[in-house]
């Protein structure tokens, strides 16, 4: 295959010097404008800015003054409460969404279409448009009448299952080869034992996709959390971010200083997840 | 990011009841597994959206006992200004940033695809925005429309002899400058899907164009773009969607205002429902919504799945 086919536009073929110039031209520009932003984020976070109107994108006077303000104002906290939120909603998530992805990738029973298209049908159900009815049942579950209100185990349950997480990981489940899992049973492996000695470690790509959406998707929750929260115990670092901002002897470099690590986590995890991402991405959005 | 999975994975008719040992063979088995998500669901998707219906239809009264009122609560969305014209905004951003958000990703797409180290770099920087939480994003975007003229965006207006604008604080321009900020956000999300439908289409189909001496425009135009039809319908679809149910840029950039200038669907069925405990009204806005959507996706699949045949 020659190099000027491989891509739509054949920009290989431009060897001219104006046309590498242009190139680079819109590489830069590239750059500027979708990392710019996030860059002047980074170095307004350390910078000591005397004037409260404007991002720095030069960094002058570095200092981590404004880290300490945010942390003064319950910074840490909010972190926390994101960790805590986003460990347990990702393993519950995990967990809730092999199990049921292993009936459905696995087994043949009755209802089995119903159930799929059940679940199908959640991706069109959002917290958005839930939220009231939604803030309602966190405040009283039916049946076991148990308020989620003001607590993190209202944020974490909700996000548990998620039908983007089972449909991936049963699309990749169902390839796994019968005969593995015909053997184990052979030798009197139990179901359970099967799942998680035969299935799962042949899912590690799944896995990975899963768990890097499934992250991505827990950190980045907004409404969930403040429709949970009955004061400021329970936000997570996101939802905490205008609650800094409205302060009024707060400068927006402490709102970015808290803006840095509340981005921080999910970006860690694209960097090194980023394959799995990408894959994701992919194989999620063209299948169909 | 899914609901294009739709189609693809419908399971063949429970018929054939799979018997391969007694143990697997338990028709209860598959439920046990099944029970964790579907107990989620139920109380957290589809609890809700029972009552969002029954609600709707209801004046609902947290101590005194709801009133049925029939189709009162709809007539009352339908008919209010406030709601008309959020309902105008939401199509209006959903538009817009949907269209926005493809076209720049397509470009972007063309202009860095292949392999090179530094190419993947590019793109891996374009893409952080993506990943970023919106919470974030929102809070960067109110600093840098600062409206004064020593802001970081009219600094950069003022370069080019423009501006100040007050971007964001200004009815005239804040929903373009909502619509600015998803469309970032939104550009490098549609860049990588077009990255892998790029990396499907036929290289056969290049080769053949370059021997028939077709044009660069040509082959994009020819081979290219017919090539990325489906990511094209799939993206549109999934854009719409998120833009109809836009709450978390809007509640933080302008929560609506300047004077109802962004007021969308969702900020305001919040201020109706969460402020102003008007649940039987906001609940019949939340449906309205849902059915909007419902259409949307419906009526992109019954189309996709005639245009394969």
């Avoid at chain 1, 000591?48 to 303000?69: E, G, I, K, M, Y």
């Avoid at chain 1, 049921?100 to 069109?124: C, E, G, H, N, P």
């Avoid at chain 1, 997480?165 to 009197?188: H, K, N, Y």
């Avoid at chain 2, 423009?162 to 971007?167: A, E, I």
Wanted: hydrophobic share 55%; net charge positive; aromatic share 10%.
């Amino acid at each position: 295959m020659s190099a000027a086919s491989e891509t739509a536009l054949g920009l290989k073929e431009s060897r001219t010097p104006q046309a590498r110039l242009l190139k680079l031209v819109i590489y830069a520009l590239v750059l500027v404008v979708f990392a710019g932003p996030l860059l002047a984020l980074l170095v307004s976070a350390f910078n000591h800015v005397s004037d409260p109107t404007q991002l720095s994108v030069v960094p002058s006077r570095p200092t981590l003054d404004n880290f300490a303000v945010a942390v003064d104002h319950g910074v840490l906290k909010y972190l926390l409460n994101s960790f805590f939120v986003v460990g347990f909603g990702l393993l519950l998530q995990v967990v809730v969404s092999t199990l049921a992805s292993y009936a459905l990738a696995r087994k043949r029973f009755r209802f089995m279409t119903v159930v799929f298209v059940a679940i199908l049908a959640t991706l069109m159900l959002p917290e958005e448009i839930l939220a009231i009815p939604l803030s309602l049942i966190l405040s009283d579950l039916p049946v076991l009448h148990i308020n989620l209100i003001g607590t993190l185990a209202g944020i974490i349950v909700p996000v548990g299952a998620w039908a983007f997480s089972i449909l991936v990981m049963t699309e990749f489940m169902r390839d796994v080869p019968r005969e593995l899992e015909e053997a184990a049973r052979i030798d009197g492996a139990g179901e359970l034992r099967i799942f998680a000695r035969i299935i799962l470690p042949m899912c590690r790509p799944a896995l990975g996709v899963i768990g890097v959406f499934g992250f991505t998707m827990i950190w980045d929750q907004y409404l969930l959390p403040m429709l949970v929260a009955a004061d400021s115990s329970t936000y997570t670092l996101p939802l905490a971010l205008r609650t800094l901002r409205i302060d009024p002897v707060v400068t927006p470099g402490v709102v970015m200083a808290a803006s840095l690590l509340a981005l921080l986590p999910s970006v860690i995890v694209f960097l090194f997840f980023q394959r799995s991402f990408v894959h994701g991405l992919s194989s999620g959005a063209l299948k169909g | 990011m899914t609901a294009v999975k739709a189609e693809p994975a419908a399971p063949a008719a429970p018929a054939t009841q799979e018997r391969v040992s007694g143990r697997s063979g338990r028709w209860w088995v598959p439920w046990l597994f099944l029970a964790p998500a579907l107990v989620l669901f139920l109380y957290f998707k589809f609890i809700p959206m029972g009552n969002a219906l029954v609600m709707s239809f209801q004046n609902v009264q947290p101590f005194l006992g709801n009133q049925w009122v029939g189709q009162d609560n709809y007539v009352k969305v339908v008919t209010s200004d406030g709601f008309q014209q959020a309902a105008w905004h939401t199509v209006l951003l959903a538009v817009v940033q949907t269209a926005g958000s493809m076209l720049l990703g397509l470009v972007l797409a063309l202009l860095m695809e292949g392999r090179s180290r530094r190419l993947s770099f590019i793109r891996s920087a374009a893409f952080l925005p993506v990943v970023v939480p919106m919470a974030v994003i929102a809070e960067l975007w109110r600093i840098m429309y600062h409206p004064t003229g020593d802001g970081m965006l009219n600094s950069l207006l003022g370069l080019v002899g423009l501006g100040p604008s007050g971007f964001i604080n200004d009815p005239h321009t804040s929903m373009a400058s909502v619509i600015a900020t998803g469309i970032w956000r939104g550009a490098p999300y549609d860049m990588m899907i077009f990255l892998a439908g790029l990396a499907g289409v036929n290289r056969d189909l290049y080769e053949a164009a370059i021997v028939d001496g077709a044009s660069r425009w040509r082959r994009l135009l020819h081979v290219t773009l017919p090539g990325l039809r489906s990511v094209f319908s799939i993206l549109f679809i999934l854009a719409a969607i998120r833009g109809l149910r836009v709450f978390t840029e809007v509640y933080l950039l302008t929560n609506g205002g300047p004077n109802g200038s962004t007021e969308v669907v969702m900020t305001l069925i919040t201020k109706l429902g969460l402020e102003q405990n008007r649940l039987g009204v906001a609940s019949a806005g939340a449906v309205l919504l849902f059915l909007a959507t419902l259409l949307l996706t419906v009526v992109v699949s019954v189309l996709r799945r005639r245009e394969r045949e």
